[in-house]
């Protein structure tokens, strides 16, 4: 049973950075990894992903301040967030084996972690 793990989440002032880890157990990266967030009384919404070739999406939203990688070696999953914002507030997950035209949409992955909260203060 594939598993994962989010870590990292936690408060910071605006402008503020965080890096989430994502450990990934018993999937041999296929397709699409990605993170996402859900903020309350919202849907939840692609974040970042990255595709099994290694290219990388991101919503308009997060453009230019958050990166997504990956370390197969140590099967994790990151993403580095700068210049936090308050509207960056949310619960972050990680998300596994979607296809690629599914990399950005919550629809199309088949695994999922429990979550890490990420809450920005102005």
């Known amino acids: 049973q594939v598993q994962l793990v989010e870590s990292g989440g936690g408060s910071v002032q605006s402008g503020g950075a965080l890096r989430l880890s994502c450990v990934v157990s018993r999937y041999t990266y296929r397709r699409c990894m990605g993170w996402f967030r859900q903020a309350p009384g919202k849907s939840r919404e692609g974040v970042a992903s990255i595709d099994s070739d290694g290219s990388s999406r991101y919503s308009d939203s997060v453009k230019g301040r958050f990166t997504i990688s990956q370390d197969k070696r140590e099967n994790t999953l990151y993403l580095q967030m700068n210049s936090l914002k308050p509207e960056d507030t949310a619960m972050y997950y990680c998300?596994?084996?979607?296809?690629?035209?599914?990399?950005?949409?919550?629809?199309?992955?088949?695994?999922w972690g429990q979550g890490t909260q990420v809450t920005v203060s102005s």
């Open positions: 998300a596994a084996d979607a296809p690629s035209m599914w990399c950005l949409n919550p629809g199309g992955y088949s695994y």
